[in-house]
Nanobody
Framework: VQLQASGGGLVQAGGSLKLSCAVSGTVVKANAMDWFRQAPGKERELVAAIADGGSASVADSVKGRFTISRDLAKNTYYLEMNNLKPEDTAVYYC???????????WGQGTQVTVSS
């Protein structure tokens, strides 16, 4: 089972990106997913989460700008990021608490760089 994150890139402040996290290696749905980010020299922080039932939450630092969503038919999760700021620059990781018998599954990370 793998999580394949994509969609990162270089964008100017105020711009938008949409990250994707696709589950591969199984047909079992990852019903819950988190997005974390880690900036250079900083600890990894939770940015957004969506629970098994579909309820979503985002960190205060990105509230009103980031949205987490999913397409269960595609077993893919998304993080839509709008009005990006330089402080959003980080490597973004998707993380599934559990997929089938696998616990604590991490994607490989995708770099987001926001220029001022």
């Amino acid at each position: 089972v793998q999580l394949q994150a994509s969609g990162g890139g270089l964008v100017q402040a105020g711009g938008s990106l949409k990250l994707s996290c696709a589950v591969s290696g199984t047909v079992v749905k990852a019903n819950a997913m988190d997005w974390f980010r880690q900036a250079p020299g900083k600890e990894r922080e939770l940015v957004a989460a969506i629970a098994d039932g579909g309820s979503a939450s985002v960190a205060d630092s990105v509230k009103g700008r980031f949205t987490i969503s999913r397409d269960l038919a595609k077993n893919t999760y998304y993080l839509e990021m709008n009005n990006l700021k330089p402080e959003d620059t980080a490597v973004y990781y998707c993380h599934a608490p559990q997929i089938w018998k696998y616990l604590d599954v991490w994607g490989q990370g995708t770099q987001v760089t926001v220029s001022s």
